[in-house]
């Protein structure tokens, strides 16, 4: 996001690089509304009223809140905890060698390092307080791949051994989990539960690694990172123990997604937003970290293939509610999206603490 995408505390509003503006009551979080906990075992149940039982309740967040907890989702923690083991090696590097896979090495796309105070994604006096690290869907790491001699696009570091692997060991799992999760919203937007078989042969399936350190400065002078929506389908957060995630509801108040100890925080995104209609919610959230913690978070972006239109879900539009977005590719909305956002970033030479 831009520094043009002013978040004004006065105002107290945000314009987003989707267009969309959202106003909130107050800029401080509070717990006084709640985001669903769902039980996603009933996912893999032979059972189709089991999955269509879960897919109702996923249905009624995405389109309340845009926002939900799962639990019971069958990946052991121990991948989790090797990608914040690798996270915070990586980030303990030098500056020097992080630069060495800085994000403008690739244009148009979103994998590499994004360095500590390069983004100001709403205004905010401070520039955002937190870096990150990028890498994209590999074909050689997808078990269903169906083209398994597609180049990779992502950069990595050279000498940080087990980097990689640590990393792609926990996004084989979670790009598993989200093929399941897939079958699961097709059900709850009342589709047959193979509709978007064909989207996710080869999905758009990137991740990344973030590091926050404890921000001094207030949440009306500076955020970890902007208010913000994703741009892909759905996305998968984990988060350590710290808090400072915080979503912003319909009612315009930010609530605090507090971590709940082994689950994942789901999210709707843009391009599931565009193709439902408006029907499932993609919804603005941030973080502030105040825990006293460096904080740690790896989201998983899960959306379609890059080549395939992003059409209208034909159970979101009708005579009476037509389509409100014009249909283009998912690729075409992804670069898009990358180019606004990286082109917010101060230029390296232009680089300084703002303090």
Same mark, same amino acid.
């Given at each position: 996001?831009?520094?043009?995408?002013?978040?004004? +505390?006065?105002?107290?509003?945000?314009?987003?690089?989707?267009?969309?503006?959202?106003?909130?009551?107050?800029?401080?979080?509070?717990?006084?509304?709640?985001? %669903?906990?769902?039980?996603?075992?009933?996912?893999?149940?032979?059972?189709?009223?089991?999955?269509?039982?879960?897919?109702?309740?996923?249905?009624?967040?995405?389109?309340?809140?845009?926002?939900?907890?799962?639990?019971?989702?069958?990946?052991?923690?121990?991948?989790?905890?090797?990608?914040?083991?690798?996270?915070?090696?990586?980030?303990?590097?030098?500056?020097?060698?992080?630069?060495?896979?800085?994000?403008?090495?690739?244009?148009?796309?979103?994998?590499?390092?994004?360095?500590?105070?390069?983004?100001?994604?709403?205004?905010?006096?401070?520039?955002?307080?937190?870096?990150?690290?990028?890498?994209?869907?590999?074909?050689?790491?997808?078990?269903?791949?169906?083209?398994?001699?597609? =180049?990779?696009?992502?950069?990595? %570091?050279?000498?940080?051994?087990?980097?990689?692997?640590?990393?792609?060991?926990?996004?084989?799992?979670?790009?598993?989990?989200?093929?399941?999760?897939?079958?699961?919203?097709?059900?709850?937007?009342?589709?047959?539960?193979?509709?978007?078989?064909?989207?996710?042969?080869?999905?758009?399936?990137?991740?990344?690694?973030?590091?926050?350190?404890?921000?001094?400065? +207030?949440?009306?002078?500076?955020?970890?990172?902007?208010?913000?929506?994703?741009?892909?389908?759905?996305?998968?957060?984990?988060?350590?123990?710290?808090?400072?995630?915080?979503?912003?509801?319909?009612?315009?108040?930010?609530?605090?997604?507090?971590?709940?100890?082994?689950?994942?925080?789901?999210?709707?995104?843009?391009?599931?937003?565009?193709?439902?209609?408006?029907?499932?919610?993609?919804?603005?959230?941030?973080?502030?970290?105040?825990?006293?913690?460096?904080?740690?978070?790896? %989201?998983?972006?899960?959306?379609?293939?890059?080549?395939?239109?992003?059409?209208?879900?034909?159970?979101?539009?009708?005579?009476?509610?037509?389509?409100?977005?014009?249909?283009?590719?998912?690729?075409?909305?992804?670069?898009?999206?990358?180019?606004?956002?990286? +082109?917010?970033?101060?230029?390296? =030479?232009?680089?300084?603490?703002?303090?």
């Amino acid at each position: 996001m831009s520094a043009t995408e002013t978040l004004a +505390s006065q105002a107290r509003t945000v314009t987003l690089h989707n267009g969309q503006v959202f106003s909130f009551n107050s800029n401080t979080a509070s717990t006084s509304e709640c985001i %669903p906990i769902i039980n996603v075992s009933r996912i893999y149940s032979d059972d189709l009223e089991e999955r269509k039982a879960v897919a109702a309740e996923i249905r009624e967040a995405s389109k309340d809140i845009g926002f939900f907890y799962m639990v019971n989702h069958g990946i052991e923690p121990g991948y989790s905890e090797e990608a914040f083991q690798q996270a915070k090696r990586f980030f303990a590097l030098s500056e020097e060698k992080k630069m060495e896979v800085f994000t403008g090495l690739v244009p148009n796309e979103y994998v590499g390092f994004h360095p500590m105070k390069y983004y100001n994604r709403n205004g905010w006096k401070y520039q955002d307080l937190s870096e990150a690290f990028n890498w994209a869907y590999d074909a050689a790491q997808d078990p269903e791949a169906v083209d398994k001699s597609e =180049e990779p696009i992502s950069i990595w %570091p050279n000498d940080l051994p087990g980097f990689r692997e640590g990393l792609y060991a926990y996004h084989t799992q979670l790009l598993q989990l989200s093929r399941h999760l897939t079958r699961i919203f097709a059900l709850a937007l009342h589709l047959p539960e193979d509709y978007f078989d064909e989207y996710i042969k080869r999905p758009e399936a990137g991740m990344r690694i973030l590091h926050y350190p404890e921000q001094m400065h +207030s949440a009306d002078e500076q955020q970890g990172i902007g208010a913000h929506t994703d741009v892909e389908c759905f996305t998968i957060v984990t988060q350590d123990d710290s808090g400072g995630l915080e979503v912003l509801s319909k009612r315009g108040n930010w609530i605090k997604a507090d971590p709940v100890p082994g689950s994942f925080v789901v999210n709707i995104a843009d391009c599931f937003m565009r193709q439902t209609n408006d029907f499932f919610v993609s919804t603005v959230h941030r973080v502030i970290n105040k825990s006293g913690n460096e904080r740690y978070s790896a %989201p998983f972006f899960f959306g379609f293939d890059r080549k395939k239109l992003l059409e209208p879900v034909p159970t979101c539009v009708s005579a009476d509610n037509p389509m409100k977005y014009p249909v283009m590719t998912g690729g075409e909305y992804y670069k898009w999206r990358t180019n606004k956002q990286k +082109s917010s970033g101060v230029k390296t =030479e232009e680089k300084q603490v703002i303090e």
